[in-house]
């Protein structure tokens, strides 16, 4: 039994003094007040339920579609653990139906393998729209094929995730992979309010990064953005980074979903823990410049950002409570993953999963499954 002694801890829904902290076998066994450290192991700062994030395309200088392997898996789960993220779903962006199928044996090796921090695979497309493409490849947006279709609902791969657009794939086929357990997100979308609400009713559970790459919010036209704001049960993904959504942007988010139902995501690329200024990919040169990430012409392609970062982002610049930022960094994601009753919180039976902060959120230390994997 491994002890730990928090003098701040924040459990996922309260904030508690001088807390004890026992470990089983990678869970936790019980957490009681104490009065003194009484020899466990000192967690300096505030002890939080470490970061869940659904939306990582690379990080430590690699990016999951270039290199669709175990040993990215490896590096990116690693990269990210510093900034305090214990899981995440690596997100291969569209591509290929064989890089697809190598990027999914990665992470069924990962899974059988328990490598630390991945919990699953995020397809974001190919079946997206192409006037909302984003930097996704357009030669590579496509319907949905039978061997799309069985590698979605394929049961060695964790959790499954498929960022689709609405308006071309239709509702049989949402209904069918929903049947199979895949976690439908919608986004690289045009659809109308009404086709969005389609999808919903059909069980699309989450909108990916809300705002970037879907239809607006205009006066007389809903759209995807407002079908996802007026929409009370999904989840929305924020990039809260100050290059990809306005800050009243995001607050009218929060404000229209509550903290319960806003996650946020870093949509990193491989720059993240790493110091790398130029990638390529698809045959696309993404420079970048501070915390932006760009391709000639200036379009966004993915973040630079960090988990910790964003957390700070919520509490300095949009004035969320600390609570509110940590709750939209780890018990929401995990909640809309289904893992309520595993991560998320710091509760007995929980994963030992959890960051320790500075007062200005930066991450002194990660742990996995009660063992320290940084700091
Ligand atoms: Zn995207």
Same mark, same amino acid.
């Given at each position: 039994m491994q002890r730990f002694f928090a003098?701040?801890? *924040?459990?996922g829904k309260t904030i508690k003094n001088n807390q004890i902290i026992t470990v089983e076998a990678g869970i936790i066994h019980s957490i009681e007040p104490a009065a003194?450290?009484?020899?466990a192991i000192q967690l300096n700062g505030l002890v939080a339920p470490g970061f869940v994030d !659904?939306? !990582?395309?690379?990080g430590g200088g690699v990016l999951f579609n270039n290199q669709p392997s175990l040993e990215t898996l490896m590096t990116m789960s690693r990269a990210h653990q510093r900034f305090?993220?214990?899981?995440?779903?690596p997100t291969l962006i569209t591509d290929d139906f064989a890089t697809m199928q190598q990027a999914a044996n990665a992470v069924s090796a990962a899974i059988a393998q328990n490598v630390?921090?991945?919990v699953g695979i995020h *397809?974001? +497309?190919?079946?997206?729209?192409q006037p909302k493409? +984003?930097? #996704?490849?357009s030669q590579h947006i496509r319907q949905i094929s039978p061997e799309e279709m069985a590698l979605f609902k394929?049961?060695?791969?964790g959790l499954v995730c498929v960022t689709l657009a609405p308006e071309n794939v239709s509702i049989e086929v949402i209904t069918e992979l929903v049947q199979a357990n895949v976690i439908i997100c919608l986004g690289h979308s045009n659809a109308s309010a009404e086709q969005t609400f389609a999808a919903l009713q059909a069980g699309a559970q989450g909108f990916t990064h809300? @705002?970037?790459a879907m239809s607006p919010l205009q006066s007389r036209a809903a759209g995807m953005v407002g079908a996802a704001l007026v929409d009370a049960s999904s989840y929305c993904g924020l990039? !809260?980074? #100050?290059? #990809? !959504?306005?800050m009243t942007s995001c607050q009218l988010a929060i404000k229209c979903k509550t903290p319960e139902r806003i996650m946020l995501v870093?949509?990193?690329?491989?720059h993240v823990g790493s110091d790398q200024t130029e990638l390529q990919f698809a045959g696309m040169q993404i420079n970048r410049e501070g915390n932006k990430l760009t391709i000639e012409g200036g379009r966004l392609a993915g973040s630079a950002l960090d988990m910790a970062s964003a957390v700070r982002h919520c509490v300095e610049?949009?004035?969320?409570?600390m609570q509110d930022a940590l709750k939209m960094a780890s018990a929401t994601p995990a909640t809309f993953l289904g893992m309520q009753q595993q991560k998320g919180y710091l509760a007995? +039976? @929980?994963?030992a999963d959890w960051v320790v902060l500075t007062e200005? @959120?930066?991450?002194n230390a990660t742990y996995i499954a009660g063992e320290q994997v940084f700091g």
């Amino acid at each position: 039994m491994q002890r730990f002694f928090a003098e701040n801890l *924040f459990d996922g829904k309260t904030i508690k003094n001088n807390q004890i902290i026992t470990v089983e076998a990678g869970i936790i066994h019980s957490i009681e007040p104490a009065a003194a450290q009484d020899n466990a192991i000192q967690l300096n700062g505030l002890v939080a339920p470490g970061f869940v994030d !659904v939306q !990582v395309n690379g990080g430590g200088g690699v990016l999951f579609n270039n290199q669709p392997s175990l040993e990215t898996l490896m590096t990116m789960s690693r990269a990210h653990q510093r900034f305090g993220s214990t899981a995440m779903l690596p997100t291969l962006i569209t591509d290929d139906f064989a890089t697809m199928q190598q990027a999914a044996n990665a992470v069924s090796a990962a899974i059988a393998q328990n490598v630390k921090g991945i919990v699953g695979i995020h *397809f974001e +497309g190919p079946h997206l729209s192409q006037p909302k493409k +984003g930097i #996704h490849p357009s030669q590579h947006i496509r319907q949905i094929s039978p061997e799309e279709m069985a590698l979605f609902k394929r049961t060695d791969l964790g959790l499954v995730c498929v960022t689709l657009a609405p308006e071309n794939v239709s509702i049989e086929v949402i209904t069918e992979l929903v049947q199979a357990n895949v976690i439908i997100c919608l986004g690289h979308s045009n659809a109308s309010a009404e086709q969005t609400f389609a999808a919903l009713q059909a069980g699309a559970q989450g909108f990916t990064h809300l @705002y970037n790459a879907m239809s607006p919010l205009q006066s007389r036209a809903a759209g995807m953005v407002g079908a996802a704001l007026v929409d009370a049960s999904s989840y929305c993904g924020l990039i !809260v980074d #100050h290059e #990809h !959504v306005d800050m009243t942007s995001c607050q009218l988010a929060i404000k229209c979903k509550t903290p319960e139902r806003i996650m946020l995501v870093t949509d990193a690329m491989s720059h993240v823990g790493s110091d790398q200024t130029e990638l390529q990919f698809a045959g696309m040169q993404i420079n970048r410049e501070g915390n932006k990430l760009t391709i000639e012409g200036g379009r966004l392609a993915g973040s630079a950002l960090d988990m910790a970062s964003a957390v700070r982002h919520c509490v300095e610049d949009l004035h969320c409570s600390m609570q509110d930022a940590l709750k939209m960094a780890s018990a929401t994601p995990a909640t809309f993953l289904g893992m309520q009753q595993q991560k998320g919180y710091l509760a007995p +039976g @929980y994963a030992a999963d959890w960051v320790v902060l500075t007062e200005q @959120y930066h991450v002194n230390a990660t742990y996995i499954a009660g063992e320290q994997v940084f700091g």
